[in-house]
Every structure is written in C-alpha cells, then in structure tokens.
C-alpha cells in the first residue's frame, strides 16, 4: 500500500505537468499575437522584386542500364561530312482500302433433329436465320459454331463470336 502513494505522489506532478502544458498552447493559440503581424510591403517595378523563373538544365549522361556503356553524345556526330545524301522516307505501297464491315451480331444457333444447324444473324439492323452457305444481307455464311461463327464478304473472311 505504502509503494502505490509513493508512485501516486511521483506522477500526480508530470501528469498536471502535461495537462497544463497542452492547456497553455491551447489557450496561446487562441489568444494570437498582432505584435507577431507584418504589414505587407507593396511592389513597386524595378525594386527587384520580380520574379525570376527557376532554370535548369537535365544532365542525361547516365548510363544506359541495358547496354552498359555510358551514354556520352560526341561532336562529330553533330557536324557531319556532308557527303551524305538527305534521308528520304519509303513511298507508302497503295494498298486497297478496306470496305468498312456491316455490323455483324451472332445470336446463336438452332440445330433440328436433322439436317444442317441454322444461325441467328443481325447484319446491319436486320435478322437472318440463316444456313451455311447462305447469303445475310452483305455477307455469306460459311461455317457454323455453337459459339461463333465465320462469315465473308467479298475475298475477306471474319468469326464473329456470340
């Protein structure tokens, strides 16, 4: 009993110590200070007050890390020996531009007991029910999948999945 007065008389002091010490900051914050307050000076040009723009300059001479070998530009590589010829680009090869696809939406297929499977086409807004071989509207239907299924237009072939 005598040990938890003792300990009691120890840290009554530190703990209203803190208390107070929160409780002063507190109340300072508070309170605030005019005295602490600047009055703001106006700008005038030319005081040299203006601002300046922070410049820099990036130092890429690092190392490549995949090559291993420093990455220093030399000054030859600048000047040249003005015996080569102006680089051309490749002329394009006239390709055939491709006639844009209706859109094509496969519903699913419908298998009879016998014969061949029947496919559930949307081709540009319109349905189809169609069968292998069979032309949808711009497109004709050569094979039939349960989950898809492979149409072409003209020399072009495409699958189109449900």
Do not use: C
Not at 21 to 47: C, D, S
Not at 96 to 121: C, D, T
Not at 139 to 157: F, M
């Amino acid at each position: 009993m005598k040990k938890n007065k003792t300990s009691m008389y120890v840290l009554l002091p530190i703990v209203l110590g803190i208390w107070g010490f929160i409780g002063w900051k507190i109340y300072a914050g508070l309170q605030g200070n005019e005295a602490e307050h600047i009055a703001a000076l106006p700008h005038t040009p030319g005081t040299g007050n203006e601002h300046v723009p922070d410049t820099f300059q990036l130092a890429a001479n690092y190392r490549d890390p995949f090559l291993g070998k420093s990455n220093i530009p030399s000054a030859h590589v600048a000047g040249g020996s003005g015996n080569s010829k102006p680089s051309q680009l490749p002329k394009q090869a006239n390709l055939p531009v491709a006639k844009n696809w209706p859109e094509v939406i496969y519903g699913g297929m419908i298998r009879k007991k016998e014969g061949l499977p029947f496919a559930l086409l949307n081709v540009g807004g319109q349905d189809h029910l169609v069968k292998a071989g069979e032309q949808a509207g711009e497109v004709q239907v050569l094979v039939i999948y349960r989950d898809s299924i492979q149409v072409s237009r003209g020399k072009e072939k495409r699958f189109f999945r449900k």
